[in-house]
């Protein structure tokens, strides 16, 4: 039976608190900026501007509720790097675009490693640990 593990990373622009200073530079590829806009608040003052309506004539007062992300990079959180990120020609041939690789391409077969006792949080894992 196949399982499919979730490898997904949660976009959390508290991450950003967690870039050593040396690469504060690199945030916007490691933690997006989020503006959050309430149902109650900003999203229904939006829909409000955006239809002309009275915020009472909105399905219990509120409007919807909107992530926007003001400052990411295309490499922040869980992504695929398409092979023209890499240059325009791999083997000789046109890089592929991420719109050209399948998504059957990207299942495949993987194990899971737990080196949960060589390391701590948000430290690097030492080549050891992946060594039988």
Same mark, same amino acid.
């Given at each position: !039976? &196949? ?6 990373? &949660? ?5 950003? %608190? #967690?870039?050593? *200073? ?17 149902? =109650? ?5 939006? !829909?409000?501007? @955006?239809?002309?309506?009275?915020? $009472?004539? #909105?399905?219990?007062? *509120? ?5 926007? !992300?003001? *400052? ?6 869980? $992504? /695929?790097?398409?092979?023209? $990120? =890499?240059?325009? #020609?791999? *083997? ?5 675009? @991420? =719109? %050209?690789?399948? #998504? ?6 993987? !194990? /899971?490693? %737990? /080196? ?10 030492? /080549? ?5």
């Amino acid at each position: !039976m &196949t399982t499919l593990i979730d490898l997904s990373r &949660t976009l959390d622009p508290a991450n950003r %608190d #967690l870039v050593p *200073e040396a690469y504060k530079a690199l945030e916007s590829v490691l933690a997006p900026r989020i503006h959050y806009l309430h149902p =109650s608040g900003e999203g229904r003052d939006r !829909m409000v501007d @955006i239809f002309g309506c009275a915020g $009472h004539e #909105l399905p219990n007062g *509120e409007g919807w509720g909107e992530d926007w !992300m003001t *400052e990411m990079n295309t490499h922040c959180g869980t $992504h /695929v790097d398409a092979p023209l $990120h =890499s240059g325009s #020609l791999i *083997e000789g041939k046109q890089a592929r675009t @991420i =719109s %050209d690789i399948d #998504l059957a391409e990207l299942y495949r077969p993987g !194990m /899971v490693l %737990d /080196v949960r006792e060589w390391v701590r949080p948000g430290e690097g894992i030492p /080549v050891e640990a992946a060594r039988p």
